[in-house]
T-cell receptor, first 116, second 116 residues
Framework: DTAVSQTPKYLVTQMGNDKSIKCEQNLGHDTMYWYKQDSKKFLKIMFSYNNKELIINETVPNRFSPKSPDKAHLNLHINSLELGDSAVYFC???????????????FGSGTRLTVV | AQSVTQPDIHITVSEGASLELRCNYSYGATPYLFWYVQSPGQGLQLLLKYFSGDTLVQGIKGFEAEFKRSQSSFNLRKPSVHWSDAAEYFCAVGALYGGATNKLIFGTGTLLAVQP
């Protein structure tokens, strides 16, 4: 009964490869996110989708492409992987909020991507 | 621009001692503030959050935090630390994006070590 699940948990791949990370939530949330945690543990938002619509797209290379087939899934596809892409990628979900009321994220356990 | 500062990169306390982790934020409006904990190799777990009302908020695992608008601070406290509290702690502010609060901006984290 995992709330936000990511697969795979670990991913080791060579430079230049294309890889995908999958995320699914069963909380009934309508907004999903991808965050990147670098080697210094700094967390930064990459993308956010609300009801399958892209609402946040931070300065991320075009090699990163999120895809949301429905509001319970948000996958991250990365083309032509580079050494600098090595990081932990976290998926999260929440309920869209117009600035009031309960608000918070539920995070997945992360995917550790290592590019060699 | 919104930002979060956690001045202490690393803190060591003795088991049973009290704990205070500092967090300062920069945000133009009333902030939504959060504390998350990340255990080694794990995702982020929400400890507590502040939206409005009582400036002293209680969270899980015996943690509390106090919002001080005059100091732009949201420090996390615990009266007696347990060895299982050793983890990385992140303060975050909920930032407006497109009219709604749906983007978390994180501090750089404080790594807590607990001595027996």
């Amino acid at each position: 009964d995992t709330a936000v699940s990511q697969t795979p948990k670990y991913l080791v791949t060579q430079m230049g490869n294309d890889k995908s990370i999958k995320c699914e939530q069963n909380l009934g949330h309508d907004t999903m996110y991808w965050y990147k945690q670098d080697s210094k543990k700094f967390l930064k938002i990459m993308f956010s989708y609300n009801n399958k619509e892209l609402i946040i797209n931070e300065t991320v290379p075009n090699r990163f492409s999120p895809k949301s087939p429905d509001k319970a899934h948000l996958n991250l596809h990365i083309n032509s992987l580079e050494l600098g892409d090595s990081a932990v990628y976290f998926c999260a979900s929440s309920l869209w909020d117009r600035g009031l009321g309960d608000y918070g994220y539920t995070f997945g356990s992360g995917t550790r991507l290592t590019v060699v | 621009a919104q930002s979060v500062t956690q001045p202490d990169i690393h803190i060591t306390v003795s088991e049973g001692a009290s704990l205070e982790l500092r967090c300062n934020y920069s945000y133009g409006a009333t902030p939504y503030l959060f504390w998350y904990v990340q255990s080694p190799g794990q995702g982020l777990q929400l400890l507590l959050k502040y939206f409005s009302g009582d400036t002293l908020v209680q969270g899980i695992k015996g943690f509390e935090a106090e919002f001080k608008r005059s100091q732009s601070s949201f420090n996390l406290r615990k009266p007696s630390v347990h060895w299982s509290d050793a983890a990385e702690y992140f303060c975050a502010v909920g930032a407006l994006y497109g009219g709604a609060t749906n983007k978390l901006i994180f501090g750089t984290g404080t790594l807590l070590a607990v001595q027996p």
